[in-house]
């Protein structure tokens, strides 16, 4: 199974700064990353599929990228909305895997 | 509306089944890979199972292979997961996801809200 390293585990930010979630996958994954954002008690979001495709209706300040098997969330400004936990996740093979979340706060 | 309703959660004792039933609505399902998620509260997202659009081909996790199925019924817009032999370890909320295979790619869009099994005698 492909694992999947999501670092950190938690984050407190400030709003207006710039936040950066990493994730590293085990072996070789081309593009097959997707991020999403998940708030208590409601259902995950997808922000970002295939590495850097932001998704319909997800604020521009959102943004995806990769280098080898390392890949990055960055939030350009934080805004308090964003407050949720963020997963990583490959659609390279399955079992799809999950990183383990990273939980925004502000 | 683009819409995914679970139903069918609930308590039921080690060694039970339950029947989880996700109706979809406002896309094209019978186009659709559709999957299974759970969060274990407190959790992080774990990938159960998936079925092909066309119910031909269906994957499941280790953990879940042999006691839980899979399957849809692409004339009522549903997909099922038939749950057996639960564990205290199956408790969690769990949620259906559509995957529409983007140009070769895929993610998890739309999403129920997710339905909550608990697994306790």
């Known amino acids: 199974d492909i694992q999947m390293t999501q670092s950190p585990s938690s984050l407190s930010a400030s709003v207006g700064d710039r936040v950066t979630i990493t994730c590293r996958a085990s072996?070789?994954?081309?593009?097959?990353l997707n991020w999403y954002q998940k708030k208590a008690g409601k259902a995950p979001k997808v922000l970002i599929g295939a590495v850097s495709s932001l998704q319909s209706g997800v604020p521009s300040r959102f943004s995806g990228s990769a280098s080898g098997t390392d890949f990055t969330l960055t939030i350009s400004s934080l805004q308090p909305e964003d407050v949720a936990t963020y997963y990583c996740?490959?659609?390279?093979?399955?079992?799809?895997?999950f990183g383990q979340g990273t939980k925004l706060e502000i | 509306e683009v819409q995914l309703v679970e139903s069918g959660g609930g308590l039921v004792q080690p060694g039970g089944s339950l029947r989880l039933s996700c109706a979809a609505s406002?896309?094209?399902?019978?186009?659709?890979?559709m999957h299974w998620v759970r969060q274990v509260p407190g959790k992080g997202l774990e990938w159960v199972s998936r079925i092909k659009s066309d119910g031909s081909s269906t994957t499941y996790a280790d953990s879940v292979k042999g006691r839980f199925t899979i399957s849809r019924d692409n004339a009522k817009n549903t997909v099922y997961l038939q749950i057996n032999s639960l564990r205290g370890e199956d408790t969690a909320v769990y949620y259906c996801a559509g995957d529409g295979d983007y140009g070769g790619y895929s993610w998890f869009d739309p999403w129920g809200q997710g339905t909550l099994v608990t697994v306790s005698s």
């Open positions: 406002g896309f094209t399902f019978s186009r659709y890979w």
């Open positions: 072996q070789r994954i081309k593009n097959y």
């Open positions: 996740q490959q659609s390279y093979s399955t079992p799809y895997t």
